[in-house]
């Protein structure tokens, strides 16, 4: 019996590595395929965002919709620090996450403080969202109405200028598989729990001598880091610095609906949710092209509502319920 | 200046009002997180447009079209798709009705194309002169349909024995089931009076606003943010909130820059919930 299991989580493992193996050399695979490595670069993209919502929606139970903002605040701190010192954005990218995880900080400390939770603190956060979008595009900087071109540089390596897609498309793959084991380890550690805690039933942990908070303020000033880690990589992968990219709404709410339709709190939810989002979108793209704009956020809005109406954990829920099915279907 | 200002204000917050009174009734009865109203606000801002277009009916008799229309779709929507949201946690009905707005959007992203629409009638360029500012007789004419639209629903509420219905099942609904009142059917009517008024809505809307497939993306926040100005669950004191959301915005819009109407807006509910978590006229304590 035990050795089974064993025999169990080993070839689990064994599929995992075999997946990072088979994503280290897909752009070798596919011929090097700008296109398909476009693709990938976005599900990475999607799927490290919706990681990192799951540790503030997920298991902190706070739903904050303050999200692009940290991602775009960063790519600014990181992209001007560039453009004005000559930063290497290897290092600006840190400056920025440090930047916006302070100020998640000192804008979520007191509404955490004066008990502004649920509902009102997810208006709240989309208030905070929109107004340092609204703020950043009255700046005037570059050209027309804060869209700013980088330069290209000399030395691609150091200053993250890549003229193809796969550099970013492995640094984008590190950058999730870290954050993957990050919130993975995150989750089963003491401050995991205290967050679990917290989103399970506040009162009680308070009353467990827990700061709730403290915590929640933790909760989202990491979230915010993390946001503002990928921001600047994403910028510099556009070559373009423009308030309506990196504040966008859309991917603000694609956040949101692909975790959520993926599963939250569940640690592989978000990764179903974001692979399904930007496959749907890519598949509709290739086959209707440009003609329907809209068709692929039809298609995602079904998937979504379907998925909430039959499995309102989400996806991965759902998965885990198929399986066991399964399982006991087997057994019987 | 000031004067007109505020009165320019005041004009569109009525309105803002109106638009948010729909969702407000939606929380206020059923605790129903709905981000699908704006969305609704655009299809019928399209009809309202459709039959300007094609019959030229002034936008506001269009309404007795578009108000049973509306009422008859809230009344099957709540029966089919909303009623098995109720249980949900708002986060799941938040994004289960954005997927439903993103549904209506893009549809008419793929029917109408992006371009922007606009009525024009006979009284669309008589203007006043208020206090020094300029004022369109459109706003005006929409501002009164506001207070007409969310006097009537406040007579309905206070007055009938179907608003005391509502307002039972609102408080408590269990009890009100254990007093033999039908849930399911007061809810059904409830969203139907709230479809009702996104008709209103709408038509006021249409006298000097554009309509596009995302016009209901500028809305679908804004009325959440003057609920939450004004205390969840409250749903005329959305009223105030809707004033003071249009008097900042043109204050603000004005008085500093045009960019900054938004900005000054947020600030002002950002200040709020931080002073206020439970809102401007919200009940303090749960």
Redesign the interface.
Known sequence: MRKDILERVKSRDFLKLALIGILIVLPVLVNHDQYLVHVFFRIFLYAYLCIVWNVI?GFTGQ?SFANTVFFGLSSYVSVLLLLWLGLPPWIGMFVGAATVAVTAGAVFY??FK???T???F???S???N??VM??M??WRLGQEWGSLWIPQYKNQLLYMRFTSNEPFYYIMLGATLIVFYAVHRLVKSRLGYFFIAIRENEEAAQSIGINTTKYKTVSAMITAFLFGSAGPIYTLYLGMLHPNFVFS?TIN?EI??AT??GG?GSLFGPIYGSVLLVALSELSRVVFGAK????H??G???L??AV??FY?KGFAFGIARLRLLLKGAHKS | MIVGLLIIGLLQGLLYALIALGVALGYGVMKI?NFAQGSFLMVSMYIVYWIWAIFGLDPFLSCAITIPIFFLVGWIMQRT?FK??LF?????Q???T???G??L???A??LMKTEFQTITTSYTRVNFDVFGTTLGLPRVMAAIASVITISLVYLFLTRTKMGLVVRATSDDKEVAALMGINVHRTYEFSFGLAMATVAVAASSLMQFFYVT?YVG?IFS?QM??II?LAG?GNVFSVIFAGIIFGVAEILGGTLI?P??K??VV??V??AT???R???LLGRRGR
């Open positions: 929606a739903f007191p509404c004066l008990g502004l649920g509902l009102m997810g208006l709240f989309a208030a905070f929109e107004t609204a703020m595009k009255t709404p709410l949101i609906m959520t339709a939250l329907y704009m809209g068709l956020l039809i995602f809005g079904f979504v509502l909430i109406l309102p | 997180v798709l098995r949201l949900e946690s708002w986060l799941a938040l994004v289960a954005a997927a439903l993103t549904i959007d893009n549809s992203l793929i497939p993306l926040l959440w943010y939450v969840l820059a960019l900054f938004d900005i947020l600030l509910l950002m919930l931080w002073f978590p439970e809102g």
